[in-house]
């Protein structure tokens, strides 16, 4: 089973915290909100493509991406024939509307060359979309594969936290199983947001889920915000013990704006059909996407 880890070097990450320091702290429209880059993830293996041909098949299969995405949040394509076929699919967020995805979507189709070149596997996550692309016959990871994760700084302090924490992820994973693939809620001061990949079965979802909230247990603690992006799911969650601020701000800038505690790992997901997720700057949305989609609230 083949994988391509690829970690953040320290000028990445400096280069991510002064983009997110940018976007908590300045007013935002959607489409800066939707088409920040969060990660990538770029096969070291290049196209071996001395006639243009894979060149040519991966052209088509981005703008056919682009196209479908003008009418649909979700859907898979492939371009070419035989060896030479080339996969791909791309994943909006589940609250954005259609002229929004393909705005993000159209985005990472003009960034793929520059941020992975002829790689023949890529994977570019936005805050409002993600897009992907393989050639046909890499080999497949496990649905629960860890991609990316956040680990806010902050530690949540007093007594209570995990139990509501605990809480709230009962109300995710339910809410995704019920919902189809996407859910936000919330359960007292945590807010929560989940997807899962869009042909996912609802069972397999809900499984999906729960891996990805062990994973934020046993990786993130007590941190008051998290992000994890398995293979084919992604969740987030936000705390906010004295109650939602009026600013743009996460939780995961808290704490002096330092990340000394963020773990960020990134992986191409070889073969299969990939994991949707959202960004760092998707849990300032939580708080108004409950709002506006009626998410249920517990008290």
């Known amino acids: 089973m083949a994988l391509l880890t690829k970690p953040f070097s320290l000028l990445s990450l400096s280069l991510l915290f002064l983009l997110s320091l940018m976007v908590f702290c300045h007013p935002t429209t959607a489409a ?3 088409t920040t880059l969060i990660f990538k993830g770029c096969a070291s293996q290049k196209f071996q493509d001395s006639s243009q041909v894979y060149s040519q098949n991966l052209k088509t299969l981005l703008s056919s991406l682009v196209s479908q995405s003008s009418q649909q949040t979700f859907a898979t394509t492939t371009s070419g024939d035989g060896q030479n ?14 002229t929004e995805c393909n705005t993000c979507v159209s985005k990472i189709s003009d960034m793929v060359d520059k941020l992975c070149g002829k790689s023949i596997a890529a994977r570019i996550q936005l805050s409002g979309c993600y897009l992907r692309y393989e050639i046909i016959g890499f080999k497949q990871v496990s649905e629960t594969e860890l991609i990316y994760k956040v680990c806010g700084s902050t530690q949540a302090s007093g007594t209570g936290f995990e139990n509501k924490r605990d809480m709230a992820f009962s109300v995710l994973t339910n809410g995704v199983k019920n919902s189809g693939s996407f859910y936000t809620g919330k359960y007292e001061e945590v807010y929560v947001l989940g997807q ?5 079965a609802s069972n397999d979802c809900g499984d999906c889920v729960k891996s990805a909230v062990e994973r934020a247990k046993d990786d993130c603690g007590k941190s008051i915000a998290v992000q994890i992006y398995l293979h084919k799911c992604y969740i987030s969650y936000s705390y906010y013990p004295n109650g939602v601020p009026n600013t743009s701000s996460s939780p995961l800038t808290a704490g002096g704006g330092t990340r000394q505690n963020t773990q960020k790992t990134v992986a191409i997901a070889v073969g299969g059909i990939a994991v949707l997720g959202f960004g760092v700057v998707l849990l300032m949305f939580v708080w108004s996407a ?7 609230q517990y008290e």
Do not use: F, H, P, S
Request: glycine fraction near 18%; proline fraction near 0%.
């Open 85 to 98: 076929a080339i996969m791909g699919l791309y994943q909006c967020r589940g609250d954005l509307a259609v």
């Open 196 to 200: 899962c990949e869009g042909d996912l």
């Open 32 to 34: 800066d909100t939707t």
């Open 290 to 296: 409950v709002k506006k989609r009626g998410g249920k």
